[in-house]
């Protein structure tokens, strides 16, 4: 392994969840649950330090490419069985039936979390369509360009089955970063226009084709975002909250206003890494917050819960590791990169995606991958 210059400063940052779970490690009330919090985060260490230490190597697009593609066809094997395997749910949803479960369920049967399993297909189905742009310009096989046509709607088509709205808006946000770049860098504008015509036509065919069937789309972008919003903290006066407000903004709302007020109180060291979920549910007893209480729901904001855990130094830590994406991918200039950090700044907005081994092992391998590229860049340029 060889390092380049000033390396050691993004080893640090991407290693600033498992820095912070050791230097408050002596704030956990147990120390076997401690060890297990601080374990999840080690992949924070070993991926950097192998990855950017072996920066030379690193074929970025080509991992990039590979990853899109193998992603979408395990996707589609997992689509399939799952046809086979639970045909009663696959009709049943295919006739507009209990469509609220939908993404859960089929995420389930392949052991992921929806949410997180979503993130993954966003960032897929980004690199799916800068692949499609790049061999419209480049390629001239026509069977490349309808391959990896193909590849986007397949993974936007899985975007719209798991169905989580964070990653489906953001999703489209990328789309638009990586057009606007892509136009940027090219001088053949009818070509680019042409493509973009065709990819938003069929994206609108599919959504008209899903919506169609999905009468709980319009319940789910709208009634569960705007709903209720004036009852934020007093969710217990609300009839049947289970069924009203269980996943909607009025919720997330409150968890974070509670979430804010218990931080109060141990602003500057936290609760605990290891404690903070049982201290957020303790306080919804002691604040006699029934609806809460009874579901336990954690915080879902991922700045949120590691200001509860670590206090200011926590959330200092979380905006400089999520930041540095961002700051890696402008000076990349890539929209690839850029699109990774609104997809994983917004999603941690509503979520907390640091808790989850899959959410640590996601960002840190691709935060080392986006810094090897950087670094190698930088060489080649020094050199040339």
């Known amino acids: 392994m060889e390092f380049p210059r000033k390396a050691i400063y993004s080893l640090l940052i991407i290693a600033i969840p498992l820095l912070l779970e050791i230097l408050f490690f002596w704030n956990n009330d147990s120390f076997i649950l401690g060890i297990k919090s601080l374990e999840k985060s080690l992949s ?6 192998f990855i950017i230490g072996n920066y030379k190597y690193i074929q970025f697009y080509n991992l990039l490419k590979a990853y899109a593609i193998t992603t979408t066809v395990v996707l589609l094997f997992f689509l399939i069985r799952y046809y086979f395997e639970f045909n009663q749910f696959f009709l049943s949803f295919y006739y507009g039936m ?16 929806a949410p997180a399993l979503n993130m993954h297909v966003a960032f897929v189905s980004i690199c799916n369509l800068y692949f499609l742009i790049s061999n419209v310009k480049t390629s001239k096989f026509i069977l490349c360009k309808l391959l990896f046509l193909v590849l986007f709607l397949l993974s936007f088509i899985f975007l719209l089955i798991i169905n989580t709205r964070i990653a489906l808006l953001v999703s489209l946000l990328s789309y638009s970063v990586v057009l606007l770049f892509q136009f940027s860098k090219t001088q053949d504008f009818s070509k680019m ?10 994206m609108l065919l599919i959504v008209a084709v899903f919506v169609k069937n999905n009468q709980f789309m319009e319940e789910k972008y709208n ?4 709903d209720k919003l004036e009852m934020v903290g007093k969710l217990d006066q609300i009839e049947r909250p289970e069924v009203e407000i269980y996943s909607s903004l ?3 709302l409150t968890i974070w206003k509670t979430t804010i007020d218990l931080t109060k109180e141990h602003l500057f060291f936290g609760v605990g890494s290891s404690d903070s979920k049982n201290e957020l549910f303790k306080y919804y007893k002691q604040t006699n917050q029934l609806f809460l209480t009874k579901y336990q729901l954690p915080v879902h904001n991922q700045y949120l819960d590691f200001l ?10 979380v905006v400089l590791y999520i930041g540095y994406i961002g ?8 929209s690839m990169v850029i699109s990774f950090f609104m997809l994983f700044f917004i999603a941690n907005l509503t979520d907390d995606y640091l808790i989850r081994f899959d959410g640590i092992a996601f960002s840190g391998f691709w935060m080392s991958v986006f810094t090897a590229f950087y670094f190698r860049i930088k060489t080649q340029k020094k050199s040339s």
Not at 98 to 113: D, E, K, L
Not at 223 to 226: A, G, N, P, Q, T
């Open 44 to 49: 924070l260490l070993l991926f950097p330090i």
């Open 308 to 317: 509860l855990k670590f206090g200011v130094l926590g959330l200092l830590g």
């Open 327 to 334: 700051y890696i991918g402008f000076k990349l200039k890539n």
């Open 250 to 252: 009025v919720t997330r």
């Open 223 to 226: 009634r569960l975002i705007f």
């Open 98 to 113: 209990n469509m609220w479960q939908m993404g859960y369920h089929f995420s389930q049967t392949i052991g992921m979390h």
């Open 193 to 202: 226009i042409k493509t973009a015509v065709v990819v938003i036509l069929a």
